[in-house]
């Protein structure tokens, strides 16, 4: 690991000024906050993140999980994944935000990992992973050594000549499900961001990954109530039943009247570059009967225009499979 400095600052004002001195909010910024260090100490370790400097944010007071002003939910960035999940009102208002979270990773990591820094987390694509090789999304103009390599676990949706990684994040499926909006404080002042427009699909730019700016500080997130009545929930496929990322998850939410869906939202996880909302499959869900053969039908359309690699090409099936369990599962609920 790289020598690098670390400095703790105790109000969001003093975190901006140390964090907008780097040159770049992406991956490569020689300033970087750490909240958790589960996924950037990792990086550290293998010289994938070598930042000069840390700002260490825990003494930042953005834990706390509330209810907001609309109704939903507002939740600290530095809330640690388990509190999260098991908070009582996460379980009542958004079940598929807590099942999402309790899916991924192991107790440990969760009991240190924190909502931004999960939010933020970098993609666990091996040849991103390994400075021994050429990626475009590490060091751009490097190539893509994922596109004719191993590329069973990589992405399928969203991809482009540049880059195939896949956003890891099951917390994210199920906000981008939930419409979350990311709450930031920066060198201009604070802004909000809907998570639809939070990430950056690849194309050309694959290092940039989100629409943070220097010094950008994630303060919180918050979630709009949902209808009266809907139900929601996360399945998650994957090689091992327990501490391993997604070969393919759905995150859905459904409420139905008079026997037909007529709120429906649904994201994917471990097929896209960012996390996955399908509004082809909403659109082919809205308005119609649960059955089998409606739910095959948005599955298909969520997955039109997967592009897969040579190795991943299972992953079309799975997925569609995954979503019309889950959406088998949260209409048996209502
Ligand atoms: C072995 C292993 C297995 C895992 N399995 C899964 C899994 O199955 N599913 C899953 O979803 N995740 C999984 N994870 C990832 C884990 O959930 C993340 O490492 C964790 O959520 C990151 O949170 P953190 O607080 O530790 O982030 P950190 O490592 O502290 O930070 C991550 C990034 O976020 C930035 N950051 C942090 N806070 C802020 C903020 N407030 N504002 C702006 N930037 C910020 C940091 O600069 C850094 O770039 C796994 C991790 C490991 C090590």
Redesign the pocket.
Known sequence: MQPFDLISVDSIQDAVKAQSSASTAQQGASV???????????YMKLNVETPAKLVD?NGLNLTAIEPAANGGLKIG?LAR?TDVAYHDSVKAQFPVLSLAILS??STQ?RN???T???L??KTRCVYYRDTAYGCNKRQPGTGCSAIGGHNRMMAILGTSDQCIASN????NVALAALEATIHVTGAKGERTIPIAQFYLLPGNTPERETVLEPG???THISIPSLPAGAKSYYLKLRDRTS???ALASAAVVVKQSNGRIDFVRVAMGGVGTVPWRSLEAERALQGKVATPANFRAAAEAALHGARPQSQNGFKVELAKRCLTHALAEVTRQA
């Open positions: 970087r906050y750490i909240a958790g260090g589960t996924n950037l100490v990792d944010i960035a994944n991924g990773a990591l240190m990992a924190t931004a820094g999960n933020l987390q890891p994040s099951d917390q950008d500080l994630v501490y391993e990322f």
